[in-house]
Structures are given as C-alpha cells and as structure tokens.
C-alpha cells in the first residue's frame, strides 16, 4: 500500500463494537465482577448493603464526597425534596396523562431547573418518587397523595401510590429493591450520564439522558415482559412447553442472561429474598410464585441444555417483576421505579465526572464511500 492510498482509518485501532472491554473511566462507585458474580458499591459487597441499609443510607454513600454541604440527615433533606417536586404534578395536563408513564416522568422532570448543587441533585432523586405514584393515581382519575417528609423514600413512594401505609414489609422490600440497583459500573444509561455530564450541562440534563437510554427494552425496559412471559405460560405445569416453543421460534426468555456476567447476577438474588419475605408477609399470591418459580426452574435447565457454551443464568429483571408487580406497582411503571432506584448512582457518577474526567469524545472509524481524486 503507497503512503498516499494510506487513510486516517488506517491508522486507527480496529473498533470495539459496543465498547466491550474498553474502560473509559476510572471510578470509585461500583465494581461489577462478571466472572465472579460479584457487585461492590464503593467498598461495600451488595449483600451487606441489599436488606441491610437504606435506600436514603446508599444514596448519602454514593453522593459521599461529590456535595460539600450533603447534610448528615439525608433522608430528611429527600423528604424535603419530595414536596417541593411534588408541585410539578400541576403540569400533568391531558398530553402528558396520555403518555406512557416513563415518558410522562421524562416530561415533568425535565421542568426541574437544571445546576450543579446539591439542590438539584435531591430533587432528581425525589422526582420519580413523587411523580410515579402521582401519574399512576391521574390515570385512574384519582387525585394525587402529597408526600410526607418524615417518611422514608420507600414507605413514602408507597403510600403515594395506594393511598395507605405500607406495612413494613412492603416498605422494606421496596428499599431492598432501591438498594440492589442503586448503581451496576458503566452501563447504558450511567455512561450516557457520564457523557453528557462531561459537556458541563448540568446534572438535570444528565439525569434525563440517562432516563432516554433507560427506557429502552435492552436496558431499564425489560422487566415488564417478565409478567408477559409468566401470564403467556399460565400454568406450572406448561412451563417447560411455552419456553420452548419460545426457544424455537428464536425468541429471547425474559429474565435470564446478562451482558456482564457469567454466572449468576447477584442481585437476582438479592431480590429473590425480597420476594420470599413478601411471601412470608402474606403479600405475595401463592399461585403467582409457584408459577414463576416453575418458569424459572424450566428456564434454566432448558437454556442449559439449548445453549450449552452460553452463560444465561436468572437475572435481575426477573425477581424484579415480581417483587414490584407484589408491591402493586403496574408493569408500565417498572422503568419509572428502576429510575427511582438508580438516580443516585447516575448523579454521583455525573458529579464523578466533572471532577476527573474530561470531554468524552471518541473516535468513529468512517467505512463511506471515499471521493473520488481530481484526474
């Protein structure tokens, strides 16, 4: 080849289709071990934290030393934020009661004022806390439930939503759920935080661009379908018929397999607890986990004998369906309450990188057609 025929892409590394195994930032939030099967939150294996601590105790843990003034009383700070966000449900006029409710959240938090502060960062959290339940409630023609400050996010978020109490079951597994996926390295949505972040415009805006790439079926999008796949099954006892059926017209089984890890997603199991002490509170229907046990169970042996040399294994979508579907939360909200849960990590990971990173900026290798030389 003669040094003139010799193109920029020619000099370029070959491209990393998905950006696999390309580290772009250095971070001391999370660490995903996906050999292992192992998640670490700033020091913290997730099982001393998942069942443990609170989703308030994880949110003042990841914003640790990215706010000077993060008080000590964090949860009052939210429960502060949550009323204030709580007037924004004014704006929920007849288009955005139309909308589906990730995109309806998308609309009225995009209203927040945008900065860098401290401020901004709790009224981000306390977003979809407050406007979940309170879009869920416009869409049945019930008025909305103001927030009480003195109650934590999760017992809060519930009560919104059902016009009651929780019991502490229900308040705790709701925690345990916020904790278990308060932060997971630099996936879709936290990197496209992380680049928007590095642009300087603000953690509003980050938060919605991580809120856009949450959405989608391949990210925040899946655990719905979950409920799908187990309402197509119906019975225990036609588990292992209707999965394969699926297999063999190429279809995917919800709930299982992940991009990251090779064995089993820890907060699979995690959540699965979260489950089982629904079910030991009475609140979760005997016959819906008997049938998503059997699906599980068919799943796995299926897929272990259909895909011999892949690693799919239960994943976090599937306990997340059914410990959101027992705590009534509608299956078009699942997005919504994912967002609830990973906010923190999103702005600690925003915040993360405007104190260490630069402009994120990466290479594209151009395969167009080339102009043609002057003759």
């Not at 999370?30 to 192992?38: F, M, N, P, T």
């Amino acid at each position: 080849m003669s040094s003139a025929s010799v193109t920029i892409a020619d000099r370029m590394p070959e491209a990393a289709s998905g950006l696999d195994d390309v580290v772009v930032a250095e971070t001391v939030l999370s660490e995903v071990d996906g050999a292992a099967g192992r998640l670490v939150i700033r020091g913290r294996p997730l099982d001393a934290l998942a069942g443990r601590a609170s989703a308030e105790a994880v949110a003042a843990l990841l914003l640790d030393g990215f706010f000077p003034d993060l008080p000590d009383d964090l949860p009052a700070a939210l429960g502060a934020a949550r009323a204030e966000v709580f007037a924004e449900l004014a704006a929920a006029d007849a288009g955005i009661r139309r909308l589906p409710p990730v995109e309806a959240l998308r609309a009225l938090s995009a209203r927040l004022a945008d900065g860098d502060d401290l401020a901004t960062a709790l009224r981000l959290i306390a977003a979809p806390a407050v406007l979940t339940p309170g879009l869920v409630r416009l869409a049945r023609g019930l008025e909305p439930v103001a927030p009480d400050p003195a109650l934590g996010q999760a017992a809060d978020v519930l009560r919104m939503l059902h016009g009651t109490m929780p019991d502490a079951a229900q308040a705790a597994a709701l925690d345990r759920y916020l904790v278990t996926v308060a932060d997971h390295g630099l996936n879709a949505s936290t990197f496209a935080a992380r680049v928007v972040a590095s642009t300087r415009a603000g953690l509003t805006s980050a938060w919605l661009a991580a809120l856009g790439a949450l959405k989608g079926p391949l990210h925040g999008g899946a655990p719905g379908p979950v409920l799908d796949m187990l309402d197509a099954v119906g019975m225990p006892e036609r588990a292992e018929a209707w999965l394969s059926g699926a297999l063999d017209r190429g279809e995917r089984l919800m709930g299982f397999g992940h991009r990251i890890y090779r064995v089993r997603d820890p907060r699979a199991d995690a959540l699965k607890a979260g489950v089982a002490a629904l079910a030991a509170a009475g609140r979760v229907d005997a016959g819906r986990l008997r049938l998503a046990e059997a699906v599980e169970a068919a799943a796995l042996a299926l897929l272990a004998r259909r895909k011999p040399g892949r690693p799919l294994e239960t994943n976090v979508e599937f306990y997340t369906a059914l410990l959101l579907e027992a705590l009534g939360f509608p299956r078009e909200t699942f997005t919504c309450v994912f967002a609830l849960g990973r906010g923190p990590g999103w702005l600690a990971h925003a915040r993360e990188q405007v104190a260490t990173g630069r402009l994120l900026r990466p290479q594209s290798r151009y395969v167009g057609p080339r102009p043609r030389e002057a003759a």
